[in-house]
């Protein structure tokens, strides 16, 4: 089974010689010779043991006796590197009570210390019943993959006063007395041996950190077809079989997500997640380049803080990042990590602690990214792609919103999800990807694949469901694999991309106000913070984002790169040759590096192509105006300009927003997506002043806006 998944992926590579020289020659490329150590004299062997009674630890490592009772730190030869200096490969193995002998070798440069990491030229593992040891590579550098949980903090033995928790204080040496997985372990033996054996031949295999697909996941849908089209209307599920998940890691998928892995998965170039299964062979993981950590990630902040009563923006990013803090952390836990209590329910953890900080976020709200990548803890986002705005109608929604006419392509659709998210993770230092939901649309959202991953997208993530839940979200399994195809297809036309250059392709950046969202909706669609809202400067914040959308059009009709900020002390605008600030006060001040900055009244001008007539659009009240606590009902009057209407119909959509008083009324169950149609019908649930909002858009984006008031009396008595 390993030998067929490796050869399926075309990323397991076994590369066998008789001179551990001439393979590290062919590997590196440069003439390696005998050098003077820089580690210690080779063939130093110290041994450990554990100072600690195995019979307190908890009940599963006990009976299958999997506590670590021994170790050893070793030194093997000098290899002097061209250009780079002397290395010396350097191993640490450890032995469980049951026998089960674990090893790792490494080619440093120099010992670990708090302040630096070693450069490590290869990382080679081993585990008990493995055919041979495995080399871990990155997929497009060639360079040694080291645990993405961070090995000097938590693998590699570290000093016994001064480590644990989730210090890093790794040793440098042998000392007496060393802290190894969160236990003390005391040297019991410094011994000299002759020729100590590295390993001479390995099978390599080839991880990519930087761009991760899936997810492989438990279960699949029976039918492999969209609810649509089954008779019930409604997804099945099953569990996977082992030739489905080598069908889904064939297809390209590198991201296992699902309870117990198949035994190959330890020795391949996919990552695995534990959220879903128990630790079985702790503290193995702390060792696997292929880990991925505990979690997967954290789940929907944004949907979190619907409904929140706030009027300030400011107060509402406090709790959307408040709940991002929580999320990173159990339940009721101060002190443990999810990865800490997942491991505490079978395995001793001494004093080790583990805090992942390098899973994203999965948000149907992409625009507020900015709020949630300034979290410290959290890796990134993974925009949903649920068709927030409706089914493609991305570009249509903001040109509704704020009267920009930006043309309705896949591409400027694509470069306003970019601008956002990417925005973000360049100022924090982060990473961004998709995911991919429903199969409607799948001709669309193919076309969208190869450009994320051309702009730097991390994440391709796909949705599905699983045995027991009845929804229609997720993707049937052939959706899925065709997917992941495509995405591997991108790689492979662009597999050396930049990644950090790609997070600053960007040379404009158009700055918002802190607490606004860059959304055709109400602030992190809270109801109060409806863009008809009049902020402290007396300027809604429709016109404050329209300024901000019209700048954006700009851009986008220039062919100009560009991201979206937020104005805040931790905004970090180096890099950009222009600044694009939108103020809440309705003006624009344009900085650029040893300019003096430029203050404007409004947006500047967008060149746009002459049309023709554009769309209208009149709204008008169906019969009376009831008494508060009746029904209203209002009805659309639509006029075509040269353009089809959206769609390419002769009958528009219609979108539509009431307004009540101070907030934006909830005319549907799940408000955050727009109701439609060319009438509407609502309760009014007491008096006063209502406004209706009406909008249409024709083919060429260009929008057409109504409005009615009215005014609601008491019911009489």
């Known amino acids: 089974m390993i030998a067929e998944f490796g050869k399926l992926l075309g990323r397991l590579h076994t590369i066998k010689t008789m001179s551990k020289l001439a393979l590290l020659s062919g590997l590196l490329s440069l003439a390696f010779h005998t050098a003077a150590a820089p580690l210690g004299e080779p063939g130093m062997v110290a041994s450990y043991e554990l100072l600690a ?15 670590v009772v021994s170790a050893q730190v070793q030194l093997g030869p000098g290899v002097e590197v061209p250009e780079r200096g002397g290395f010396q490969w350097c ?5 469980r009570l049951n026998g089960q002998h674990y090893q790792l070798w490494m080619l440093l440069d120099q010992w670990p210390t708090p302040d630096a990491d070693p450069i490590v030229l290869h990382y080679l593992w081993r585990e008990p019943d493995w055919p041979d040891t495995v080399s871990f590579i990155h997929e497009v550098t060639g360079q040694a993959m080291l645990p993405r949980i961070s090995l000097w903090k938590h693998g590699w033995p570290q000093d016994a006063e001064t480590g644990g928790a989730n210090r890093s204080a790794p040793v440098s040496g042998t000392p007496e007395e060393m802290l190894l997985q969160g236990w003390l372990f ?7 041996v002759k020729n100590l054996a590295t390993p001479t031949n390995w099978t390599t295999v080839r991880l990519n950190p930087d761009l991760l697909i899936g997810w492989i996941a438990g279960d699949r849908d029976v039918d492999g077809r969209p609810h649509y089209r089954l008779p019930g209307g409604t997804y099945q599920y099953q569990p996977n079989t082992a030739e489905d998940l ?6 390209g998928a590198n ?12 020795r391949s170039s996919v990552f695995r997640s534990t959220q879903q299964t128990k630790f079985t062979d702790w503290p193995a993981d702390l060792y696997r380049p292929n880990y991925w950590g505990h979690r997967n990630h954290i789940d929907e902040p944004g949907v979190m803080i619907l409904g929140l009563d706030s009027r300030k923006p400011a107060e509402v990013v406090e709790r959307l990042q408040k709940t991002v803090r929580k999320a990173l952390r159990p339940k009721d836990e101060e002190t443990r990590s999810f990865m800490d209590v997942r491991v505490d329910s079978r395995f001793g953890r001494g004093n080790l602690s583990i805090v992942e900080e390098d899973y994203p976020t999965w948000e149907v709200f992409f625009d507020n990214a900015w709020y949630q990548l300034a979290v410290p803890g959290l890796g990134g986002i993974v925009d949903q792609d649920t068709k927030m705005f409706g089914p493609g109608v991305m570009v249509e929604a903001y040109n509704m919103a704020f009267g920009t006419h930006i043309p309705p392509t896949t591409e400027n659709s694509c470069a306003i999800r970019v601008a956002l998210m990417r925005g973000a993770a360049r100022n924090f230092n982060k990473k961004w990807g998709v995911g ?21 997208a991390t994440y391709f993530w796909t949705w599905t469901g699983w045995v027991g839940l009845g929804d229609n979200s997720g993707l049937p399994y052939p959706y899925q694999r065709q997917y992941f195809s495509l995405i591997r297809q991108a790689f492979g036309r662009n597999p050396q991309r930049d990644m950090q250059a790609l997070l600053r392709a960007a040379r404009v950046a158009v700055v918002i106000p802190y607490g606004y969202t860059f959304s055709p909706t109400p602030l992190n669609r809270i109801y109060w913070l409806h863009l008809e809202r009049v902020n402290e400067q007396g300027v809604t914040y429709r016109q404050v984002l329209a300024n901000a959308a019209t700048e954006v059009e700009r851009l986008l009709r220039s062919g100009i790169e560009f991201d979206v900020a937020v104005d805040e002390p931790r905004f970090t ?9 939108v103020r809440e006060d309705g003006r624009l001040r344009i900085e650029r590096p040893g300019q003096t900055d430029q203050w404007l009244d409004a947006p500047r001008t967008v060149e746009r192509p002459d049309l023709g007539p554009m769309p209208q659009l009149s709204v008008q009240v169906v019969g009376d105006i009831p008494a508060a606590g009746g029904r209203v009902k209002v009805r659309a009057d639509a006029k075509a300009g040269t353009g089809d209407w959206h769609g390419e119909t002769t009958q528009p959509t219609v979108n539509w927003e009431v307004y009540e008083d101070e907030r934006l009324m909830p005319i549907t169950d799940f408000a955050i997506f727009p109701v439609r149609g060319r009438e509407l019908t609502f309760k009014v649930e007491k008096a006063g002043r209502y406004r209706v909002r009406a909008t249409a858009v024709d083919v060429f984006g260009r929008p057409a806006v109504a409005y009615q008031s009215l005014k609601v009396k008491v019911a009489s008595e």
Do not use: C
């Open 246 to 251: 080598l069908a889904h890691a064939r297809a």
């Open 91 to 95: 191993g640490l193995n450890w032995t």
């Open 53 to 67: 009674d195995t019979a307190e630890r908890p009940t599963f490592e006990r009976e299958n006796r999997l506590t």
């Open 186 to 192: 005391r040297r019991t033996a410094v011994e000299q």
């Open 436 to 456: 991919l939901y429903d199969p409607d649309g799948f001709k669309l959202r193919s076309g969208k694949v190869a450009y994320f991953y051309d702009k730097g």
């Open 573 to 581: 605008a180096q890099g950009y040759d222009e600044l694009i600030y």
């Open 255 to 266: 991201f296992y997500t699902s309870k117990a892995p198949p035994e190959w998965v330890t």
